[in-house]
């Protein structure tokens, strides 16, 4: 099971960040590969050189790093080919707006296939409906996020959803979109 933290350039510009994450993974029982750090767009271009290299930093540690809301910034794409990063997360505005031929539609669907030029995992925000998430399958999206797969929840009830009554993990599956080929995605959207 994997999880993804938002974090800020505040939190970046730690000196022990880094550090911290490299003790971590001398132990057997951190997974790196399972945690997910995600920065929005517009943080990144606050101090950019320092982020990127912090970001790279965590990277080469096995973390993968997501730009969260992207599409709101004003991201370059000379900048966004050289983030240090492994998915791309488009913002749940051009999400809920998709309807076909729309500008929506044409950005998302550009998104896509950027990000993958790019070698990233593309995630969409903000899916609500089983129509939004065919498209998204159609479009080649890698990862879906929404209320289509559940509400934000508190942490015991989420571990309640996974667990059997013994708390041992089972196998997760969506209750709806079954025949999709995203994998469910539980997340609180701030």
Known sequence: LGVAVNVSVKNLQDPNLVSFFEQLSHRDDFHA????????????LEDSAGVIDVLVRLRSLGLSVAVDDFGVGHTSLAYLKDLPASHLKIDRSFISALQPDSPEDFIVRSTV????????????????D???????????????????????????????????????????????GAASPFPLIAAANS
């Open 130 to 176: 089983q129509l939004t998430l065919d498209r998204l399958t159609d479009y080649g999206c890698d990862i879906a996020q929404g209320f289509l797969f559940g509400a934000p929840m508190q942490g015991s009830s989420f571990t309640a959803l996974l667990g059997d009554s013994e708390g041992r993990l089972l196998p997760a599956t969506p209750t709806r």
């Open 33 to 44: 590969e399972r945690l997910q750090l995600e920065i929005t767009e517009t943080e990144l």
């Open 113 to 128: 296939q950027l990000g993958h030029d790019l070698g990233l995992e593309i995630v969409a925000e903000g899916i609500e």
